[in-house]
């Protein structure tokens, strides 16, 4: 038997619809995933752009928000996360906050985020007795949560790069808590670069955080140590 000679232009046939209406559908199912992917981000920008402020003209409020950004392999705080805590810093001594809340990941007894950034604030000028650590701020909505429900934060300034800032503002408004965001100085390497890009899809789990207002990995019993730090007169 015979079999059918295959032409070229059979196996680059292109697999889009035949009829215009066919591709016009095809093309309005493609515009519409664009713009379900863009949601998130959008409702993010929405959500926070207008309550992003400088060091200098941030309403002052008792408590900033520091949010973990990891460790060098020695332990001490990568450039994003001193950056953080060198704009938390400066709001104590400038007088824009009374309370630094430092949240990040202590998951284990070798990776230490809230010691370190302790440490690190200490070692420029803030009272020990002024920092309040939380050990299970594991992501932002976990660390947002925490601070409402376990340290009884009602408002905020909250602290991290630029492209972090919207969804903490973002998601601690959704948990609860009124929030301004501070914007810590970047440094455009290839972890910035690579850190703007997964916010694109971070947003899609923020935005399910907001609508799902899942349990932190740790909840536990509420704990008085910004209300202590606040009541300290030293």
């Known amino acids: ?135 299970a701020g594991f992501d932002t909505w976990d660390s947002c949560v925490r601070a409402k429900e376990i340290f009884g934060v009602d408002r905020a300034i909250l602290v991290s790069q630029g492209f972090h800032i919207r969804r903490a503002v973002a998601l601690c408004q959704e948990a609860g808590i009124e929030s301004y965001g501070v914007r810590a100085a970047d440094h455009q390497d290839a972890v910035w670069y690579y850190s703007a890009t997964r916010e694109l899809f971070a947003a899609h789990k923020a935005a399910l955080d907001a609508a799902l207002e899942p349990d932190p990995q740790f909840l536990g019993p509420k704990e008085p140590g910004v209300e202590r730090a606040l009541a300290d007169r030293r």
């Open 1 to 135: 038997m015979r079999l059918p000679r295959l032409r070229l232009s059979d196996i680059h046939r292109p697999l889009l619809p035949r009829t215009r209406a066919g591709q016009r559908r095809a093309v309005q199912a493609v515009m519409l995933l664009c713009v379900l992917a863009l949601l998130p981000a959008t409702w993010m920008f929405t959500a926070a752009d207008y309550r992003l402020r400088t060091t200098a003209d941030v309403p002052r409020t008792s408590v900033a928000v520091v949010f973990g950004a990891g460790l060098f392999g020695n332990g001490e705080p990568s450039i994003f996360l001193a950056s953080r805590l060198d704009a938390a810093a400066k709001l104590y001594r400038e007088g824009r906050v009374k309370v630094l809340l430092v949240t990040g990941d202590n998951s284990t007894d070798h990776y230490d985020e809230p010691h370190a950034m302790r440490q690190y604030l200490t070692h420029r000028g803030v009272p020990d007795a002024r920092i309040v650590s939380d050990y």
